[in-house]
């Protein structure tokens, strides 16, 4: 009887130990975080620069993020941030109303941060309104 309580103390005491190193495994092997890419610049609609309040989205997949255009068309904090690394080489938009902007990113791993917070003009067409 005494065998038996110790070989099923060992097998218990062994299904422990594995759970717990299979919990552990995950744990050492994490993969980095995903790092979101910040633009901000100009937003420009048929080359004035857009209004005051407009929305503008940015866009990687089926994720989305928007910021608030300012004064004289400048924009700030408008983050590609998507959750996971499934979003790794898709194309990233930008949209204003109704228009896409001319220019387009790639939305690629990095091992920090991504700043384009003061460089990243955007241009919009909108078409002639019917007279």
């Given at each position: ?60 997949g089926d994720w989305q993020n928007r910021t608030?255009v300012e004064r004289n068309g400048t924009y ?56």
């Amino acid at each position: 009887m005494t065998r038996n309580r110790t070989s099923l103390f060992a097998k218990a005491l062994l299904l422990v130990m594995a759970a717990t190193s299979a919990a552990a495994v995950p744990a050492l092997a994490q993969e980095p975080p995903v790092f979101p890419i910040l633009y901000g610049g100009t937003a420009y609609v048929n080359g004035q620069p857009a209004p005051e309040g407009a929305v503008l989205v940015v866009k990687v997949g089926d994720w989305q993020n928007r910021t608030t255009v300012e004064r004289n068309g400048t924009y700030h904090g408008l983050m590609a941030a998507p959750p996971t690394k499934e979003y790794y080489s898709r194309p990233i938009t930008f949209h204003l109303e109704e228009m896409t902007a001319q220019e387009q990113d790639v939305f690629l791993p990095a091992g920090e941060p991504i700043f384009k917070d003061r460089v990243y003009d955007l241009h919009f067409s909108r078409a002639p309104q019917p007279a």
